[in-house]
């Protein structure tokens, strides 16, 4: 098994040791950044995605996995950083105004930052404004997530938010969470709706087209 | 026949007068607290601006007192311990306002004092000095828990720490349960025990909302990975659980005998929207032989029948979860993946209740019309219904922000619809709210 292929197999395993000690091997043999993180952690991303997808692993798994690579990804970051390598872009995610709920939100981000993205978390009950706030320091994508049919209501205000501010042309908004629908995406006037992370990151990817 | 004898009918697999109606005898099958008090002045029980009890501080549950029981039919009671899930007891009511306006009343330990930032903080049985353990963001509807971790170091970790909460039962607490059976038993209603204590790895119980300074494995994520990376700490913890559980369940046996109906074992949810949380595997090697051993013992020493709430997709689950001895499933989340009410019926109708079932909440109950409300209730009806082994639920409890007119016909439709015997559903069967 090749270095790369040892890396990505950890990650999928959620071996956060094993993980890091890959990617400190492979930066130290010279690979370069950028194919650590396409061969390594973009690959066992979208394997760890795909076994969910099929019901063949469950959100311990996927949590595991998505911390390992997190923990591989910090390693990375500045080298990525320093060998001056775009991020595919910048996405600010979280879960919406009156909702406490984030592990479904993190999962997607980790996945996110796994695949490239640059993913400013604003964490949880996060008011229309700061959404805002930061697409104006530049982010292309706002990914929100409702748990509660309380508040999926509230997903709205941030797509009127955005209009107001003039800035809902220049930003792709994506919805998930257990009640969410396409139709509700389609109804607030949302560009998509994810039913899970590796979808997010699969219509993140059409949406920007990166 | 009486509501009891219905309820028991139903859980026997048999057909009574009438599908059984459940609202309240459990914290996974009541009413948010602002709904509530919006179907009392809609029934003409209250005048507007009469505060309706909390009966349950972390979901804002109102009290479902005995006028609504029997203006709406309702077959089941609660019977629990003295203190909430904070630990504290449901007395000294006073006056609060919810963020939406509803006049309340809410036990003393409960916080009505807002922090600078708008949020309600609730603190472990009232106790100010300990950190704040759940939060209820401004203009929320419930609660949710606040993570306090300790920093976790897997060479220390103790499985004592994720026990610190599960005690024996004492005599004030049992005594209390045994004037309850009395009080509640005497109106001829089922009654349905919920005890806490065997609820393993519950979501609403892992972070420690009764503790002042939780200790082991209190965040909700860490636990969820802990299943698949410290399986061997969570069994222990399972274990020690479980035989407290029992020796606490075989106390209650003692004091109140077989006047229950039905003891709800269990909330920990096992699914999310689109498929089970955890695989079969991890299920059969922690949860399964726990589960077995408590259901076996009821089954064995007592006649109450065995309840279990799991939220979201869990068709995969169910064979396991039936063979662990479960009686009666809550709440049939018909809106999640897989989880068809006639696949539900047709494969497990001889072996388990549906409790729960009767109306999806995601959808229709807070979005559709009340027509939507009534096709569904009489769809329900009709599949789960046939043969018993239905008592009549809301998937979940009623939530806030429900228009009023769909509680109204909800109930309406459910008494027009419960009488057996139920009639095969004509035509094409309403889908609304499956995915």
Redesign the interface.
């Known amino acids: 098994m090749g270095q790369l292929e040892e890396l990505r197999a950890a990650i999928v395993d959620?071996q956060n040791a094993t993980a890091l000690a890959k990617v400190n091997e492979a930066l130290a043999s010279g690979l370069p950044p950028e194919q650590i993180l396409q061969e390594g952690l973009i690959a066992a991303m979208g394997e760890t995605g795909a076994l969910y997808q099929a019901?063949d692993?469950?959100?311990?798994?996927m949590?595991?996995a998505a911390?390992a690579m997190s923990a591989a990804l910090g390693v990375l970051k500045p080298h990525l950083v320093a060998e001056g390598i775009p991020s595919r872009a910048k996405v600010v995610i979280g879960t919406v105004?009156?909702?406490?709920?984030d592990?479904g939100k993190?999962l997607v981000a980790m996945f996110l930052e796994g695949n490239g993205f640059e993913v400013v978390d604003l964490g949880v009950?996060v008011s229309p404004e700061r959404f805002v706030a930061e697409v104006n320091n530049g982010a292309s994508a706002v990914a929100i997530s409702a748990l509660?049919?309380?508040t999926m209501?509230n997903m709205s205000e941030v797509i009127t938010a955005l209009t107001d501010a003039n800035l809902r042309d220049q930003v792709r908004v994506l919805i998930g969470g257990?009640?969410i629908?396409t139709e509700f995406a389609n109804e607030i006037g949302a560009d998509g709706y994810a039913?899970?992370a590796s979808s997010a990151v699969d219509l993140l990817c059409q949406l920007l087209e990166v | 026949m009486n509501s009891r004898e219905r309820v028991d009918a139903a859980l026997n697999h048999r057909e009574g007068d009438r599908v059984p109606l459940d609202l309240g005898a459990t914290s996974c099958s009541g009413i948010h607290v602002s709904t509530l008090a919006a179907l009392r002045q809609a029934l003409g029980l209250d005048e507007p601006g009469t505060p309706v009890r909390v009966s349950e501080p972390f979901q804002m549950l109102g009290e479902v007192t005995p006028d609504l029981l029997e203006r709406l039919g309702i077959d089941a009671v609660r019977v629990g311990l003295p203190n909430n899930i904070y630990g504290f007891a449901n007395e000294d009511w006073k006056p609060w306002t919810t963020f939406d306006g509803t006049p309340v009343l809410v036990p003393g330990q409960f916080p009505t004092e807002p922090e600078p930032n708008g949020d309600l903080y609730m603190y472990p049985k009232g106790d100010r000095s300990a950190p704040p353990c759940a939060?209820m963001?401004a203009?929320?509807?419930?609660f949710?828990s606040i993570t306090r971790q300790e920093p976790l170091d897997d060479d220390h970790l103790d499985p004592a720490d994720n026990l610190e909460e599960f005690a024996a039962i004492d005599d004030a607490a049992l005594e209390h349960v045994r004037r309850e059976v009395e009080r509640l038993g005497a109106t001829g209603r089922a009654l349905v025990g919920e005890f806490g204590g065997t609820s393993f790895g519950d979501a609403a119980f892992v972070p420690g909302p009764t503790l002042a300074h939780p200790r082991g494995i209190r965040d909700?994520?860490q636990w969820?990975?802990?299943?698949?990376?410290r399986p061997e700490y969570v069994k222990e913890v399972f274990e020690k659980q479980c035989e407290i559980g029992l020796s606490n369940l075989q106390k209650i046996h003692g004091a109140v005998g077989d006047s229950l109906s039905a003891v709800f074992v269990t909330g920990t949810d096992f699914g999310?929207?689109?498929?089970?949380?955890?695989?079969p595997k991890?299920y059969r090697a922690l949860f399964q032989p726990v589960h077995a051993r408590i259901n076996d013992w009821i089954h064995t020493h007592t006649s109450w029948k065995t309840f279990i709430h799991s939220c979201g997709s869990i068709w995969?689950l169910l064979d396991d979860l039936a063979d662990a001895g479960f009686d009666a499933l809550n709440p049939v989340q018909t809106s999640a993946t897989d989880m068809t009410p006639e696949a539900l019926k047709d494969r497990y109708g001889d072996r388990i209740t549906f409790w729960g079932g009767g109306i999806d909440?995601?959808?229709v109950l807070?979005?559709g019309s009340p027509e939507d409300v009534r096709a569904m209730v009489r769809e329900r009806m009709s599949i789960f219904g046939a043969g018993g082994g239905f008592v009549f639920n809301t998937i979940h409890n009623v939530?806030?922000?429900v228009p009023v007119a769909n509680v109204v016909a909800l109930y309406e439709a459910v008494n027009e619809y419960r009488s057996y015997p139920q009639e095969p559903l004509v035509g094409r069967s309403f889908d609304q709210g499956r995915?």
């Open positions: 959620g019901g692993i469950f959100v311990p798994e949590l595991v911390r105004q009156g909702d406490l709920h592990i993190n009950d509660l049919t309380t209501v257990a009640p629908t039913r899970d | 939060r963001p203009s929320g509807f419930y949710d909700l994520e969820y990975m802990s299943l698949v990376s999310s929207q689109g498929g089970p949380m955890i695989g991890t995969r909440t995601q959808r807070p979005f939530q806030a922000r995915s």
